[in-house]
C-alpha cells in the first residue's frame, strides 16, 4: 500500500466515524484534525465521490535545461581534469581566453556538479586514477579510493564483541598552573563504543602499563568480557614496558603504520569529543588545582557519555555504549 493510499483512507474512515458517532468533534479530536479540514474532506466526497479525497498528485516543476552545448562541455570537463586544483572563475576565464567560449561560472559550477567533480578533491582522485593507467602512479588515497570501488564498501576496523578489540591513545591535555603537565590516556572498544579515560602520572610506558592493569582489565572482569587485543600507535609510551605488560596478561598489542591515524579512529574520534565537549567547557567554568579534581571531572563526563548518551553510529544504533558493555554483567 503507497502514501497516498494510506492518506486516503484515512480520510475516508474519519468521514465515516463522525457518521457512526454523530459527533464530528469527537472524530475529529481522535483524528487530531481540526473541523474546518474535516468538511473540506466531506464537501470533496459529497461533490466527486471518494476518488474526491485522494490525496492530489503535485508533480515536480521541470529544471532548468542545459546551457551548454556538449562540445563545449567536454571542453570544460578536460580543463578541469587537467588542472584539478583551478576553481569555477579560473576556468571559466582560461576558456575565455584560449578556446573564446564565454561560460559563467556558475554554469561551469553546475557541470561539474553534473558530471562529479564539483569539488577539488573528487577532480583530484580523477586525476590520480588516469595516472594509475598511464605512469602507474598510485597514492595511498587513491589505493583506498580504488578499494572501496570495487569491494562497494569502505574498509572498518570491526570487532564483534567487546574485548575482541579495544583502541589506545594518548592525549596531552595541556600545563596547568598548580598542576603541571597533564596527559590522558583513552581506551574506546571497537564492538560498542564504550570509552575509558584516565589521568596519567607521566606520559611514560610505565603508566600506560598501570593504566592497562589496574584500570582496563579489572573493568572488563566485572562486566564479564575477556579483553583480547590492543590496538594503539607507534608512540614511546606503547612499547618498553606497555609490551611486556601485554605479554604477562596474554593480550594482542597491534599497531597503526606509521601516517596511518584513521586505522585508530574510534579512539581518535573520542578524544576529540572528550576535548570539545568537555575539557574546553569544563577550563572556562572552573579552575582546576589538582589532578584529582581533574580526574573527577573527567570520570564524571565519561559515566555520561557511556550510561546517558545514546549514540547514533553503525555500531551502537541508538542505544548508549553501557547497554552492549554490560549486558554480560547483567545477563
Same mark, same amino acid.
Not at 493510499?5 to 474512515?13: D, I, M, Q, S, Y
Not at 574485548?163 to 591513545?169: I, K, R
Given at each position: %500500500? ?24 469527537? &472524530?475529529? +479530536?481522535?483524528?487530531?484534525?481540526? $473541523?474546518?479540514? =474535516?468538511? +473540506? ?15 492530489r498528485r503535485h508533480q515536480a516543476r521541470?529544471?532548468?535545461? !542545459?546551457? #551548454? ?15 584539478? @586544483? ?21 554554469? !561551469? ?13 573528487? $577532480? ?17 588515497? /587513491? ?42 590516556? /583513552? &581506551?574506546?572498544? &571497537? ?40 590496538? /594503539? ?7 618498553? #614496558?606497555?609490551?611486556?605488560?601485554? +605479554? ?35 577550563? $572556562?567554568? $572552573?579552575?582546576? @588545582?589538582?589532578?584529582?579534581?581533574l580526574q573527577r571531572s573527567l570520570e564524571? =563526563? %565519561? ?21 552492549? =558493555? ?6
Open positions: %500500500m503507497t502514501l497516498d493510499e494510506k492518506v486516503h483512507g484515512l480520510r475516508l474512515h474519519v468521514i465515516r466515524r463522525a457518521e457512526a458517532l454523530g459527533n464530528v468533534s469527537r &472524530a475529529c +479530536r481522535e483524528a487530531g484534525i481540526s $473541523r474546518a479540514l =474535516f468538511y +473540506r474532506w466531506r464537501r470533496r466526497l459529497e461533490r466527486y465521490g471518494p476518488d474526491g479525497v485522494h490525496p521541470p529544471g532548468r535545461p !542545459v546551457q #551548454l552545448a556538449p562540445e563545449t562541455e567536454r571542453v570544460l570537463l578536460s580543463v578541469a581534469v587537467s588542472a584539478a @586544483t583551478w576553481g569555477a572563475s579560473r576556468i571559466a576565464a582560461y576558456l575565455q581566453h584560449r578556446w573564446q567560449l564565454r561560460v559563467a561560472p556558475s554554469t !561551469v559550477q553546475r557541470a561539474l556538479r553534473r558530471a562529479g567533480l564539483a569539488t577539488r578533491r573528487q $577532480r583530484l582522485l580523477v586525476l590520480e586514477q588516469r595516472a594509475v593507467q598511464t605512469a602507474g602512479l598510485l597514492t595511498e588515497r /587513491t589505493r583506498r579510493a580504488l578499494w572501496q570501488a570495487q569491494h562497494g564498501q569502505p574498509r572498518h576496523v570491526a570487532a564483534r564483541e567487546p574485548g575482541e578489540l579495544v583502541c589506545l591513545d594518548t592525549f596531552y591535555i595541556g600545563q596547568l598552573k598548580g598542576v603541571g603537565k597533564v596527559w590522558q590516556i /583513552t &581506551a574506546c572498544d &571497537a564492538a560498542c563504543s564504550y570509552g575509558v579515560a584516565w589521568l596519567l602520572p607521566a606520559h611514560t610506558a610505565a603508566a600506560a602499563a598501570h593504566f592497562l592493569r589496574r584500570i582496563l582489565l579489572p573493568l572488563y572482569r566485572r562486566a564479564g568480557w575477556r579483553l583480547r587485543r590492543v590496538l /594503539t600507535d607507534g608512540g614511546p609510551e606503547f612499547k618498553g #614496558l606497555f609490551d611486556e605488560a601485554c +605479554r604477562a596478561l596474554g593480550l594482542r598489542h597491534t599497531r597503526t603504520k606509521p601516517r596511518h591515524a584513521w586505522t585508530n579512529g574510534f579512539v581518535e574520534r573520542l578524544q576529540g569529543t572528550i576535548l570539545q565537549e568537555h575539557w574546553r567547557v569544563a577550563f $572556562r567554568r $572552573r579552575y582546576f @588545582t589538582s589532578r584529582t579534581a564524571a =563526563f %565519561m559515566q555520561s557519555y557511556n550510561h546517558e548518551r545514546p549514540h547514533q553510529g553503525y555500531r551502537v544504533r541508538g542505544r548508549t555504549p553501557a547497554t552492549l =558493555f554490560w549486558g554480560a554483567a547483567r545477563g
